[in-house]
């Protein structure tokens, strides 16, 4: 065999384990003996040449291949590679989805078939909305709302505007250096502020020990009344009290009844009109004392004397006056 025979053998074999290599490395047993099978989409967003292809969780194939199809709308065709052992037929579904890092696979789902199939049909396709798509249909109108919010706000944010917050973050700059010199300046008096609070703190502190103690002594005052003989107390205070009340209720009974001696003394104006001219006559009787004190003491040296009068005048209930004259004796008199 001549030497360039053995070159052209040499490179076949170095192409078809360059090809062999290639597609086992996309995910592709040119060697094996699968099956494979086919599914259309109308999008395969995030789908790529050896994707999974998987059913109840389980791989048993992967993409081989996907074909753009201009005549037909421009979905997608793609190729399946099944594991020779699962058997799909017409009401196995190949259902497009993805996770929310953006990679996709196709999951198998078998049913009752009436036809079973045995390599190139075409498996009916299902699309299902995953949560990933979900959420970029959900997010796409929110960001497109933030980003036509942040023109605006740009549009907003003029030069005049710009220059107003330039001012107004200068203010601000200013105020807090302000305040900081107004710290600085008053920091004695607010060192003593700082002391009179400790010392108020303190003193609280003491009041709170002093107002611990007479609680305690409010307790062992609430326990003596708790142990001391309060009932008994109690019993014979409502005996006292009810032995006043009828005292009491005895005494307006006894002024009340205006037979008794306090029931006329109280309602009988006869024995009042009679004290009161009682009282009067006294009183004209000390009056008329003081002022002829001759007519009712007569005093004689000598042991005689004329007889002398005297003169009486008395005040009657009814309020009349009468006026009486005596003859008195002198003997009687010195007597």
């Known amino acids: 065999m001549s030497k360039e025979i053995k070159v052209a053998l040499l490179a076949i074999v170095a192409i078809a384990a360059l090809i062999i290599g290639y597609n086992f490395l996309r995910g592709s047993n040119v060697l094996s003996s699968d099956h494979t099978y086919y599914a259309t989409y109308p999008r395969v967003d995030g789908l790529n040449v050896g994707a999974l292809v998987a059913l109840n ?45 953006g990679s996709k696979a196709i999951t198998l789902t078998l049913g009752r078939n009436s036809k079973n199939y045995t390599g190139g049909e075409e498996i009916r396709t299902v699309t299902p909305s995953s949560i990933a798509d979900a959420f970029q249909a959900k997010a796409l109108p929110v960001l497109d709302t933030v980003s036509a919010t942040l023109a605006h706000i740009n549009g907003f944010l003029n030069k005049d505007a710009q220059t107003n917050i330039q001012g107004t973050l200068v203010g601000a700059r200013q105020s807090t250096e302000a305040l900081q010199k107004l710290i600085v300046a008053n920091q004695a008096n607010i060192a003593l502020i700082t002391r009179n609070l400790a010392q108020m703190s303190s003193a609280l502190n003491k009041t709170t020990g002093k107002l611990d103690k007479i609680a305690v002594n409010f307790g062992q005052l609430s326990d003596s009344l708790k142990s001391a003989p309060v009932g008994p107390a109690l019993r014979r205070l409502n005996a006292t009290l009810a032995d006043a009340q009828v005292t009491v209720q005895s005494f307006n009974t006894a002024l009340s009844d205006q037979k008794g001696s306090m029931g006329k003394l109280l309602h009988d104006s006869t024995l009042y009109n009679n004290l009161a001219a009682t009282t009067a006559s006294s009183n004209e009787l000390l009056t008329d004392l003081k002022a002829n004190p001759k007519r009712y003491v007569h005093f004689s040296v000598f042991g005689g004397g004329k007889d002398k009068s005297k003169v009486e005048t008395t005040k009657k209930p009814d309020g009349t006056t009468t006026t009486e004259v005596k003859k008195v004796d002198a003997n009687q008199a010195i007597k």
């Open 57 to 101: 969780g389980i791989k048993v194939g992967q993409v081989k291949s996907m074909e753009l199809q201009p005549d037909k709308g421009n979905s997608v065709r793609v190729a399946l590679e099944l594991d020779k052992g699962i058997q799909v037929g017409d009401s196995t579904t190949a259902s497009l989805g993805g996770s929310l890092l």
